[in-house]
């Protein structure tokens, strides 16, 4: 809002204020000139409407309290999940285990695979496979080639 809407008056929450102000001073004008049986009618229907906004908001109240208590229903106040739902909240338990599966699956393939390397690099080598046990060829690896 600009201050020039402030100064001119032309704020809506002003208007809407002006607007109220302005029925409500016609209303109580045209209240003194009504009928009595009318404004009987009136007060009893206020009353009765009264009546049922209070027993609206104690059901609210307690319908809030009901679903707030952690219910084992769903705040639909009273309605079982349907089954589509129930498959909904099942479904990423369902995708955490399969990737853990995968995961798993994996871990083992890449872990035979390293020793497949090793196995066929053992095999493909001129040297058999009892030099690497000999404690000699242990020595002569760590002291190096000089």
Known sequence: ???????????????EARFGLRIGALLTEQAQHTPHDVTERLR???EQALARARTSQAATATATVVVGAGSSRSATLG?????LTRFASLLPLVALVGGLL?????????EIEAAADVD????GDVLPPDAYSDA???????QGHD
């Open 1 to 15: 809002m600009t201050t020039q809407t402030r100064r001119s008056g032309t704020d809506p929450g002003n208007l």
């Open 44 to 46: 009893f229907a206020r």
């Open 79 to 83: 309605r079982q999940p349907s089954w």
């Open 102 to 110: 995968l995961i798993d699956e994996w871990h083992d393939r890449a």
């Open 120 to 123: 066929s690099a053992l095999l």
């Open 136 to 142: 000699g060829f242990v020595e002569f690896l760590k």
